[in-house]
């Protein structure tokens, strides 16, 4: 019973004992964390969400440091800024090949390593539960949860969504999407159920 009743604080403690050994992993490249972090999320996030904004909600920071992380990833060619094709007066960010190339070296490998040596069984059902407690969290604190498209409201597949045709649809931004988005995070995402 006591046991249960620490287990709240002992597994943020060891969320956050796992947020430590990331931060710690110093300044590879010349980048700092949040900036590895911009980079992580332009290479997961769906076209409509690669904006400065989505990534402020995304990392939980304010509008104005995440414009300043960005922009210093633009001024050094890790990300390009492009007209968005959605809505004109947006850009929309795109990884440049040096920031692709530059993700191939992650410091976060070393943790996806540990993740790959658990048993798939295992590590499934812990990706559910972190998934769970950041959109908790993201509840609590006011902010989007992102989720991909599979699980959205506004998905409208239908089956369809086999080989490389782009047969599914956004019903919110009244737009097809290829299959290969399907799996990119949206901060527009809303929970089917
Ligand atoms: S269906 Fe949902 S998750 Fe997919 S692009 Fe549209 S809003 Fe985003």
Redesign the pocket.
Known sequence: MEADSRSEEEGAELLAQLGYAVAGAGYPRGLTPAQWAALRYLSRA?R??RTVSAFAEFHATTRGTASQTVQRLVDRGFVQKNPSAVDGRSIRLDLAKKGRDTLEDDPLSDLVAAFRSLQPAVRARFVRTLKELVARLSQVRGGRSF???P??????CDGRCTGDSAE??????E?P?DVA??D?L?????PAN
């Open positions: 769906n409509f969400s989720g991909t498209c699980a959205c409201l506004h998905f409208d599914c649809w956004c019903n919110l931004f737009q999407l988005e399907t990119e949206c901060v527009n995402f809303e």
